[in-house]
């Protein structure tokens, strides 16, 4: 039996025509002589709604009882899918996740699925055509709802397809693909017909939020291939898979960019064993993520260290900083709010050099101002002044010949 899996976002679901759209969808994979697994969100708006209203009824919501709550945005949307597609003949039902059941750990709000069984559902795919799958959610072992984070019906999907062995896990969403960066900052973006899941984990951590991060971790793990498309078009999208000889062949596959972005510096600390522990011990209890780092080659027993942090943890690492200035021997500690990342990303660096060099000079032709470097096998990261961003992302695009072209 072959099994498709296809997930449909907030957007495809909103409304009744858009539910038809859906189900024009669902009714192309059952003719490519398919078993179908329809994933859906919650209709757009309304977990947002029902996170409202439990910050209206309760002082401080329980987190077990908000899951319980908001994962029924998801039930709606399979319940009337279920519905349309029994309205046009189709053998469907719909399944919430503790009637598979799926099985999460108890993080409530951010749940990580532990296991799927699958007998339920094979079961029920022998008596039908269409299983309408309630994304985002899971239970407990011991029985209560859960719901994944923020995006995640794309996870479930995923995860489902890799139990079921699904021929490809179909994401429809409203844009036709992954593009090579923003196209709403760069009329020159384009979309691409493939991408590697490294690169895609690096695109989507940059804020090109197209796939919820943890479902592309979890596809590249059980190598399961994702396909992005679109519910209101016939593109056949973009294929996230394993990397192969084509994509080596591409020196950079995107441009990404990330603004929430800080700039913080520890002046002229005694370079001695223990002070980057001293400094970042604390930021690490405090679970604030630290992203680039830079500390300078000392100059008489003396460096500077520089770090970058979300900017919403600006205020508690300034604070975390006043007591461990002090404390480290730093002579002052600075702080910038408008810079930004900017990020070439392709898995064809690996093999090829002269990536940064191409990047940096690319810049410099736009006296655009480098503040800070880190790279990986996959990616060159600069950080700049905000400002410059839509620029640098521009330049960048350009400079690695991913611009669109007429012919
Ligand atoms: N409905 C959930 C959300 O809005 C899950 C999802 O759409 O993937 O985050
Ligand atoms: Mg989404």
Redesign the pocket.
Known sequence: MKILVQKF??TSVATPESMKRVREKVLSGLAQGCKVVAVL??RAG???KLLALAEEWSASPDLAETDAL?ST??QVSVSLFAMMLKDAGIRARSLLAWQIPIVTDDDFGNARIRSIDSAILRDCLAEYDVLVVA??QGRTADGRIT?LG?????TSAVALAAVLNSVECEIYTDVDGVYTTDPNICSTARKMDHIAYEEMLEMASMGAKVL?IRSVEFAKKYKVPVRVRSTFSNDPGTLVTQEDSRMEAVLVSGIAYDKDQARVTLRDLPDIPGTAAAVFGPLSEKGILVDMIVQNTSLDGRTDITFTIPRKDLRQTLEIMEDVAPRTGASEVIHDVSVAKVSAIGVGMRNHSGVAARAFSALTQESINILMISTSEIKITILIQEKYVELAVRILHDAFGLDWDID
């Open positions: 976002g907030g969100s919650a309304e977990t947002n908001v945005g998801e994304g985002f719901t923020r995006g995640g019906s794309d919820h």
